[in-house]
């Protein structure tokens, strides 16, 4: 990471008095990110893709550029931001917008912060998933068969659940630790409501997350709901009916042994309406291996279950039936520290969708970072990868 002291200096050589006060002014700011790609080779095979596809591609996955700082405003308290976009320099490269943002309060009774950024859900994913990449857990959890899947069929977008995306139009309250113990309350706001007759809608979501931290062990919990409030002639997220309702529930842990990590995480997600319900039960399970001072093996295996609920088989449900409807990820990887800033890393990822996961409902699974931008009936993704990341 990197302030602006460089610059404070070069403006004051050249004689630039105004913008070195400027530069002064923003001495606390802290440049950060990462430049992340790999080469990978990807397959898919399946019902619908005989003979099997097979192709290959460059991915920068998850670059991240952001500039952060904080003010003293006295008696601890500070004003905090963040600007962060993801950078793209593949094919077309690009500056996005949809990263983790927020201007905000800091005391010592907490931190009040607004814009976009993760929630408690995706937060908790993100600390207990052992792959950042390919093999990602989010593949698999909140999707609800894939109906809640972001991007469905672009290929090497991110295709996270709505749940594992950052949450826009969004304040959050994050308190102090007390007695280990930190929570998370965060209001997504109904920007885009309307009241036109017929066409209601009124989209708005809270969460609460807890989490606790004590020597090697680490424990997370999330609750987040997303109220629709929309008419029949609404197309809601999910597709069960009127009044849609959305729920997603998480309870994970990692047990930290010094050279080896244990992760589990267990999450249901459930769709409410006037059709009535559909859910799903989804975990993981994943570790880490120090190997020397410098490198690591990861794995991990995430299983989505069949989707169940009383909206199955209604005529107008999404969901004819919940057999056949999940899916199991397999992730293998290597990562070698060369630096403190520069990292090496081999990804090998296999994910097999259940026989009817398009034709009974959600429309299947994706990797859910890099997709294919296939997903459906039986189809299995598999994929290989490997790169360097360079974070500073």
Avoid at 9 to 20: E, T
Wanted: with cysteine; hydrophobic share 40%.
């Amino acid at each position: 990471m990197k302030n602006f002291r460089l610059f404070l200096a070069l403006a004051s050589c050249f004689g630039m008095p105004g913008m070195a006060s400027i530069a002064h002014a923003q001495s606390n700011v802290t440049v950060y990110g990462n430049a992340d790609a790999s080469f990978d080779v990807v397959t898919v095979r399946g019902q619908t893709t005989a003979p099997a596809l097979r192709f290959q591609r460059v991915s920068t996955n998850g670059s991240v550029l952001g500039f952060k700082g904080a003010e003293a405003l006295g008696s601890g308290l500070k004003a905090v931001f963040q600007f962060e976009s993801n950078v793209s320099f593949d094919a077309g490269g690009s500056i996005g917008t949809s990263r983790s943002s927020f201007v905000g309060l800091s005391g010592p009774l907490g931190k009040v912060i607004m814009g976009r950024f993760a929630g408690p859900a995706r937060s908790l994913a993100i600390t207990l998933d052992v792959n950042d990449s390919i093999g990602s857990g989010n593949a698999l959890m909140g999707k609800l068969g894939g109906a809640l899947a972001t991007n469905p069929g672009v290929r090497s977008a991110v295709t996270s659940s709505r749940f594992d995306t950052n949450t826009p139009n969004a304040i959050a309250y994050v308190s102090p630790v007390i007695a280990d113990l930190q929570a998370t309350v965060l209001y997504s706001a109904n920007e885009k409501k309307s009241d036109a007759p017929g066409a209601r809608v009124n989209t708005s979501s809270a969460a609460l997350g807890l989490n606790y931290a004590h020597g090697p062990l680490w424990v997370g919990s999330v609750f987040e709901r997303v109220g629709e409030k929309n008419d029949l002639a609404v197309p809601a997220l999910v597709g069960v009916g009127a009044n849609e309702a959305l729920t997603e529930a998480r309870l994970g842990g990692m047990v930290d042994f010094g050279n080896a990590t244990v992760r589990v995480l267990v999450g249901q997600t459930r769709a409410t309406g006037s059709l009535g319900d559909a859910k799903q039960l989804v975990w993981g399970l994943g570790g880490t291996f120090n190997v020397s001072a410098n490198g690591k093996i990861t794995g991990q295996r995430y299983h989505a279950g069949d989707i169940s609920g009383s909206s199955l088989g209604v005529p107008g449900s999404r969901f004819s039936s919940g057999a056949d409807t999940g899916a199991t990820l397999y992730s293998l990887g290597y990562e070698h520290n060369l630096s403190k800033h520069t990292l090496l890393k081999a990804n090998v990822a296999y994910l097999k969708n259940d026989a009817k996961t398009a034709t009974h409902g959600g429309g299947g699974y994706d990797f859910g970072k890099t997709a294919t931008g296939f997903a459906g009936d039986g189809l299995v993704l598999s994929g290989m990868q490997l790169g360097m990341r360079y974070n500073f």
